[in-house]
């Protein structure tokens, strides 16, 4: 007959999956419950077009050629307009920190996922 091993738990282990067990889970029910982003987090960029001179140094700094600004409108009566594309972005903070008329800006949000990609460039 063969001799049966027998197993021991350290005490540790045990203590530690009990307590588990009656603890708060440290992940959530995702896309049901939303997450807390912290404050500065870098999310989705956000475009104020106002003050917008359309000296195009956010683009021209880009290190991933993701931002384009473009003029809609005509050179005495402009229509300013942003776009992103969110699979090249990486949130470098580099086109914030360059234009001189304070038009980007992060939001909070994460929600950036896409099924298509062609549907990666969005309007800021
Ligand atoms: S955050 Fe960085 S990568 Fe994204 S658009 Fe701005 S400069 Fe480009
Ligand atoms: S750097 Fe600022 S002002 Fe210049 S084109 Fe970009 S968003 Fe407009």
Redesign the pocket.
């Known amino acids: 007959m063969k001799k049966i091993k027998k197993i021991f738990i350290p005490g540790k282990i045990v203590a530690r999956a009990i307590t588990s067990a009656f603890k708060k889970p440290a992940t959530i029910k995702y896309p049901k419950s939303k997450p807390d982003i912290a404050p500065g987090y870098r999310g989705r960029?956000i475009y104020s077009p106002t003050n917008c001179i359309d000296c195009m140094m956010?683009m021209r700094?880009?290190?991933?050629g993701?931002?384009t600004i473009k003029n809609l409108g005509t050179k005495e009566n402009k229509e300013m307009h942003a776009y992103?594309n969110i699979g090249?972005?990486?949130?470098?903070?580099?086109?914030?920190d360059t234009c001189p008329k304070k038009c980007l800006s992060f939001s909070q949000d994460i929600m950036l996922s896409k099924l298509n990609r062609d549907n990666l460039t969005i309007e800021l």
Do not use: G
């Open positions: 960029l956010c700094d880009c290190p991933t993701a931002i992103l090249r972005c990486i949130f470098c903070c580099q086109c914030v």
